[in-house]
Structures are given as C-alpha cells and as structure tokens.
C-alpha cells in the first residue's frame, strides 16, 4: 500500500490529469471525485508557480438526480468514445476495480500511471499506486488527502465531501462511522456547509417516479422467514411503468432491511440489456462474500453485483449461502 507523500510526489509530476470513479456514480463517487479534482486545480508546482495542470473528473454516466444541486455538478464532464483523451496520469477513486469504470477503463493502456484510492474492501488494487483503507466513504479519504496537500478547502469542496460521507454512512448511521468521520464533519460544518440543506436535497427530496418505486417494493417484496432474507425483483417493464430510471431506485434496498426481522435484503433490478444488477445490505452477515460469488463486491453489510443470471436463480443461490 501507498502513501499520501508518494501519491502527491506523482501527482506533481503529472502535467494532465483524468480523475474517474464507477458506473452508477453516487454521492462518494461524485464527492470524492470532485473535491480532488478542485484541490489538484489548487495545487502549485514545485517551483511555487500556481497550478497549471489540465485535470478533468470523467464518468461514464451523467449525474444523478438527487446530485444535481452540488454546484460543482456540472463539472463532471460524460465520457465521450469518439474523442481523444489525452493525459499521463489517471486518478481512480471509489472504484473496487477497473470493469467498475465502465466504458472509461478503455482510457487505460499499460504506458499509462493509475492511482487507485478507495475505501472498498473487495478492491483489486488494480493502480501503480494504491490508497486503500476501509473507512467510511472515498470522500473521507479525500478530505484527508486535501489537508496533506495543505489546499484550503472551500465551501463548494466541503458541501460535495459532506454529501460523499452522508451517502455513504446514510447519514451518519452505518457503522463505518468512526470517531475520525465525525471529526472531518466538524471541520466541514465549521467550513460552512449547510447540513441539513445537503440531507434534505439528497435524502429528503424524491421525484414521483421514486415514491412509486417505493410502492412497488413494499407492496411486492417478498420475506424469506427460515433465512431472514427480503427480497425484490424489479423488471424493466415495471420501471418505465413508472417512468423511473435507474438512479430512482437508489435506497430502495434500505427500506427492504428495515423490515422486521430481516437480516439481509436483497434488491435486483433488470437493466435495459437484460442483465441483472443486485444491491445488498445487512445487519451483520458478510454481504460483500455472497456478492462475491456473482462477481461483484463492496464491504461486510453493503455491496453490490452484476449479472447474467436470471433472477431466480439469483435468489436460491442467495439463500444458499445463508
Ligand atoms: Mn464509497
């Protein structure tokens, strides 16, 4: 594993720069993404002179919905296969592996440097230099990172870190939460940001098409009493039923969890190429070692995967392994 000092070392030799995260981006993705990107813009060179390196956040999707009203949202710019990108150094962040980077990975060649910080337990560590320490969000690394820099950090940088660790603490709850994240959300608070402004926008705030989701999942899920398992399957017809897309369904998974009795939940959805993508969450069971088994991962009681599978046999080789 890497330190801060090697990756800024490398980061100072860099003329141009492409910072990533993965496809589905959510608010660590965007988060943490963003603030590096603004504290890279910050940074001096070695002679002191005021930065002039080229640095660009490039996704392969747009911004979700409930993201929109970071200010700093509208620069992250949609990879674009027919251009031409060109850099020395590609930053990763919240990105357990390469695939996780959709169509973006096809920027990386063997002559290219990877950084890779992320906080992802399952992470391949994929880069030339790798930061990967399990705590709460990417952007709680960031934020770190930001401060070895000895960048100033400023509101809009602050209000998109804040927004990373909400979204990946849900709000403070997990418990990934250390005592550490605690005092970064201090520091940012002091900073300015309005936190009950970013839980609203971001937790609060849900389009029609959302709380017919939510319906649909209540109404439909189905509650496995010998293996405590809660599950539910959303096909694409039922998603445009509502005229939802897929962010929209982001959360869903949680209200399945706070079913009584539940231990592990269990939310599938058809995506338009008839691939199935499955969230998981838990009160203790290692989610991240069943996710494993269709290929995906992310940690201990939250993760994630994609597949091929049918969702039936997704679900009895769930229930399988609980
Ligand atoms: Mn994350």
Redesign the pocket.
């Known amino acids: 594993m890497n330190n801060f000092l090697e990756i800024i070392e490398e980061i100072k030799n860099a003329n141009s720069i492409v910072i990533s995260s993965h496809v589905n981006p959510d608010g ?2 965007i988060g943490g993404g963003l603030s590096l990107m603004l504290a890279i813009k910050k940074l001096k060179d070695k002679d002191g002179d005021s930065g002039n390196k080229e640095v660009r956040f490039i996704l392969e999707e747009s911004v979700p919905k409930n993201l929109k009203f970071l200010k700093l949202s509208d620069m992250v710019e949609i990879y674009d296969s027919s251009k031409n990108y060109d850099f020395d150094l590609f930053i990763a962040v ?1 990105c357990a592996t390469k695939e996780r980077l959709g169509k973006v990975n096809s920027l990386l060649s063997s002559e290219k440097k990877i950084i890779n910080i992320d ?1 992802h337990t399952s992470n391949s560590l994929f880069g030339h230099l790798n930061y990967v320490h399990e705590i709460s ?2 952007s709680e690394i960031i934020f770190n990172f930001i401060e070895e820099l000895g960048i100033c950090m400023d509101l809009d940088m602050a209000e998109t870190i804040y927004t990373g660790i909400v979204n ?1 603490t849900g709000n403070f709850a997990h418990d990934n939460v250390s005592s550490d994240t605690f005092r970064v959300a201090a520091k940012l608070k002091n900073i300015g940001v309005d936190t009950s402004k970013v839980v609203r926008e971001f937790f609060q705030t849900k389009s029609m098409p959302t709380l017919k989701l939510m319906g649909l999942t209540l109404s439909g899920f189905r509650f496995i009493d010998e293996k405590k398992l809660s599950y539910f399957f959303l096909t694409q017809e039922a998603l445009k039923s509502v005229g939802g897309t897929k962010d929209e369904t982001e959360g869903l998974v949680e209200i399945l969890r706070s079913y009584e009795g539940t231990e592990v939940a269990l939310f599938l959805r058809e995506e338009e190429d008839g691939k199935i993508k499955g969230s998981l969450r838990s009160k203790s069971t290692d989610v991240n070692k069943i996710a494993s088994i269709f290929g995906g991962g992310g940690h201990v009681k939250a993760a994630g995967f994609n597949t091929k599978l049918g969702h039936e046999d997704i679900v009895k080789q769930v229930l399988e392994k609980l």
Do not use: E, L, V
């Open positions: 660590d993705a919240d906080h969000s990417t990946d």
